[in-house]
């Protein structure tokens, strides 16, 4: 039937997974890492700007996941 639903996985545990639509929160959140990042001398000001554009326009957590992945997620120096 056409224009009918399929789930995204193929339930072998192999397909691709589903993004969730981001919400307001999770947005802030990444903000907030992003700006530490900062902060900590991770990113600087240009690619700060781009990422915080980024992250409040995403419309999946996948999105947001994707600008935050080269940095550490605990806040704990990288030795």
Known sequence: MTGELRPADDS???GPRPEFRASDRERDQVV?????????GRLTAAELDERLDAALSARTTGDLARLTADLPSDGMPLL
């Open 32 to 40: 907030e890492i992003l700006q530490v990042a900062a902060g900590d």
């Open 12 to 14: 072998s545990g192999h």
